[in-house]
């Protein structure tokens, strides 16, 4: 067997924003594999492959023809990160799971490059993998994803050619002591949402602050003197991060998380995550969203429903640069946040395991292999329910929050 050619997108096109929704690199890989290859496998780094398999199991397709394979997910309902695209009414659509790969035959790898160097670019690219599925589906006129069993989100069974090999780490000692918490809420939702955080995640930590825009003692919130705005939400986040390194309170802690008051979070599972990554450097964690990053420009962002998480380092690039100003007030504080830290050179570290949306906007199988860290949105659930389903582990609430 050839040894296969191997791409890692960070180190051959370092240049070009948005490899991870996959069209920026379409025609870059058509270009280069139209001669010598029949199939490129698109994957991630907790992907793994047994290459024999995988290639056994591609011989019974003939790569002259148009094939997109991977393991299918589908939605439960109309979701918003899919816009409520029902996409086809009478048949379930499947989208490809990108953490257990997915294979392009180079017939189908040049149709799709051609196409899309002529088809107009969507501005945000919020679930790449489904984004790219309907783009190759293309209204019915294109191809549709064929789901294979071999293709696994766990190794269950000796058959499988990919699966997912996420395991934790411990690379650097953090506990809940080492983290302070920052909800941005209003005085409309102090009696709500606020209790709801209260009763759920806070009960595990030990550093937190609820800002509002009106100080409350009971609680307590604290006013900074930004003016609530209906969105955005700007000025309030820059405020924050302003008022916790200035003030000195960074210096106590490695991260600083952003979350907004009707955020559902699992403590222990952050923490967890958040060892995976060294406090010492400039990180920014939480979930990747795009604004236009599929034509190869733009800037990543973290969308701030899900939780922002900042090292100190981090928030102090922030704080100290002169670019990261809000227009307005109620600018959107994560996309003006993505466009600091791309002129900061500060990579968005993006985790499948946040989630802007609620669990009932996923695929089942899409949460059922890497525990989630994150929910957003009370809307039609009940959050303590939602919170003790997904996210509460035991022993996590043994201690209670410092009200500094």
């Known amino acids: 067997m050839h040894p296969p050619v191997i791409h890692m997108t960070a180190h051959d096109w370092p240049e070009v924003m948005g490899s991870w929704t996959v069209f920026p690199l379409l025609s870059r890989l058509s270009n280069i594999h139209k001669h010598n290859s029949s199939w490129i496998l698109f994957c991630e780094d907790i992907t793994s492959v047994d290459l024999e398999k995988l290639v056994a199991l591609l011989e019974k397709y003939n790569s002259s023809k148009p094939y997109f394979i991977g393991h299918g997910l589908m939605d439960n309902e109309p979701t918003i990160i899919h816009h409520f695209d029902t996409v086809e009414r009478?048949?379930?659509?499947?989208?490809?799971?990108?953490n257990t790969g997915f294979v392009i035959s180079t017939s189908l790898l040049k149709k799709i490059a051609v196409r899309w160097r002529k088809a107009p670019h969507h501005d945000f690219s919020i679930d790449a993998k489904h984004e790219l599925a309907k783009f190759i589906w293309n209204e019915g006129k294109g191809y549709r994803l064929k789901s294979l069993p071999e293709f696994c989100l766990l190794k269950t069974t000796k058959d499988c050619v990919t699966w997912i090999s996420a395991s934790s780490c411990n690379r650097s000692s953090l506990s809940v002591t080492d983290v302070f918490f920052a909800v941005?809420?209003?005085?409309?939702?102090?009696?709500?949402?606020?209790?709801?955080?209260?009763?759920?995640?806070?009960?595990?930590?030990?550093?937190?602050?609820?800002?509002?825009?009106?100080?409350?003692?009971?609680?307590?919130?604290?006013?900074?003197?930004?003016?609530?705005?209906?969105?955005?939400?700007?000025?309030?986040?820059?405020?924050?991060l302003s008022y916790l390194f200035n003030d000195g309170l960074t210096s106590n802690y490695k991260w600083i998380v952003i979350a907004d008051d009707d955020t559902l979070l699992s403590v222990s599972r952050l923490l967890q995550l958040l060892r995976c990554y060294d406090h010492t450097e400039p990180v920014a964690v939480g979930e990747r969203y795009g604004y236009n990053v599929a034509s190869g420009d733009g800037y990543d962002y973290i969308t701030g429903g899900g939780g922002m998480v900042f090292s100190l380092p981090a928030v102090k690039k922030i704080v100290n640069s002169p670019?990261?100003?809000?227009?307005?007030?109620?600018?959107?504080?994560?996309?003006?946040?993505?466009?600091?830290?791309?002129?900061?050179?500060?990579?968005?570290?993006?985790?499948?395991?946040?989630?802007?949306?609620?669990?009932?906007?996923y695929s089942v199988e899409y949460l059922s292999f890497l525990p989630p860290v994150s929910f957003h949105k009370h809307w039609m659930i009940d959050p303590r329910a939602v919170y003790y389903q997904w996210l509460h582990d035991e022993n996590q609430h043994s201690k209670s929050h410092d009200e500094l």
């Open 323 to 361: 670019v990261c100003d809000c227009p307005t007030d109620d600018a959107p504080d994560d996309m003006i946040l993505g466009q600091c830290l791309q002129f900061l050179n500060i990579p968005v570290t993006h985790t499948s395991q946040f989630h802007q949306a609620r669990p009932s906007d």
């Open 90 to 98: 009478n048949s379930p659509f499947l989208y490809p799971a990108f």
């Open 184 to 240: 941005k809420t209003c005085e409309k939702f102090h009696d709500d949402r606020v209790q709801v955080v209260r009763d759920t995640w806070a009960k595990g930590v030990v550093h937190m602050k609820f800002f509002s825009n009106k100080n409350d003692p009971a609680i307590p919130t604290y006013d900074l003197g930004v003016p609530n705005t209906p969105h955005g939400h700007c000025a309030k986040t820059m405020a924050i």
